[in-house]
C-alpha cells in the first residue's frame, strides 16, 4: 500500500526554522517526483511550494519561500525533507508532500498525497 507521511509540524515563532519530513512505505520514493505543497486555513486549494524529480536538474521553488526553504532526499531512509528556515507568519499552513510518476516537476500528476502537517508561525 503506498503510503505518505508527513512529520515535523509545530508551533514556532517568527523567524524560527523546522524540518518537516515526507517518510514513504510501500513505494521506492527515488522513483518518483516529490511535491511540497502548502494549504492556508480556510482555503480550498494548495499552493505548489517545491519539488524534487530525476528529470530536473535543480528542484523549484515558489517565489515566496525561495531561499527560505530547501528540499532533499535521503533516499535510504525513502524520505524527502523540507527545511524551512526563518518562517513568517504568513508560512502557516498545513503541509502536505505528494508523489507522482516522474515526468520533471511541471509534468508530474501528483496523485498521491499525505496526511498533512500543520505548521504555525506566531509570536
Known amino acids: 500500500q503506498v503510503q505518505l507521511v508527513e512529520s515535523g509540524g509545530g508551533l514556532v515563532q517568527p523567524g524560527d526554522s523546522l524540518r518537516l519530513s515526507c517518510a514513504a512505505s510501500?513505494?521506492?520514493?527515488?522513483?518518483?517526483?516529490i511535491g511540497w505543497f502548502r494549504q492556508y486555513p480556510g482555503g480550498d486549494g494548495r499552493e505548489g511550494l517545491t519539488?524534487?524529480?530525476?528529470?530536473?536538474?535543480?528542484?523549484p521553488y515558489l517565489h515566496s519561500v525561495k531561499g527560505r526553504f530547501t528540499i532533499s532526499r535521503d533516499n535510504a531512509k525513502n524520505t524527502v525533507y523540507l527545511q524551512m528556515n526563518n518562517l513568517k507568519p504568513e508560512d502557516t499552513a498545513v503541509y502536505y508532500c505528494a508523489a507522482g510518476v516522474d515526468y520533471g516537476c511541471s509534468g508530474t500528476d501528483f496523485g498521491s498525497w499525505g496526511q498533512g502537517t500543520q505548521v504555525t508561525v506566531s509570536s
Open positions: 519539488c524534487t524529480s530525476n528529470k530536473d536538474e535543480y528542484p
Open positions: 510501500g513505494f521506492t520514493l527515488a522513483d518518483y517526483a
